[in-house]
Nanobody, 124 residues
Framework: QVQLVESGGGLVQTGGSLRLSCTTS?????????????MGWFRQAPGKEREFVAA????????YYSGSAKGRFTISRENAKNTGYLQMSSLQPEDTGVYYC????????????WGQGTQVTVSS
């Protein structure tokens, strides 16, 4: 059974930085590990729908970002450690929300496997 566990969230002031981690374990029904899947980060602000933040291909060679994340966030992964990362800088109050990592067959989705989320709060 595949598990994704996010960590690294917390409270940060405007302009600060955080690095989120997504540690994965287990195998899919087809016997694959998440190192064979694209990974993505999404977030959900209070009262809003979940939105896409960034995605990275299984090899790490291709990345995609939302408009709000581009230039401030960096997605990466270390397949040898079964871990993905989201480095966030120049954080703004509107970046506040629960951040989820996910895995899927492609960077455009669909994302079939999800973590429980980690809270990021940016104070003004």
């Amino acid at each position: 059974q595949v598990q994704l566990v996010e960590s690294g969230g917390g409270l940060v002031q405007t302009g600060g930085s955080l690095r989120l981690s997504c540690t994965t374990s287990g195998r899919t029904l087809s016997g694959r590990t998440i190192s064979n899947y694209a990974m993505g980060w999404f977030r959900q602000a209070p009262g809003k729908e979940r939105e896409f933040v960034a995605a990275i291909s299984w090899s790490g060679s291709t990345t995609y970002y939302s408009g709000s994340a581009k230039g401030r966030f960096t997605i990466s992964r270390e397949n040898a450690k079964n871990t993905g990362y989201l480095q966030m800088s120049s954080l703004q109050p509107e970046d506040t929300g629960v951040y989820y990592c996910a895995a899927g067959v492609g960077t455009r989705g669909p994302f079939s496997y999800w973590g429980q989320g980690t809270q990021v709060t940016v104070s003004s």
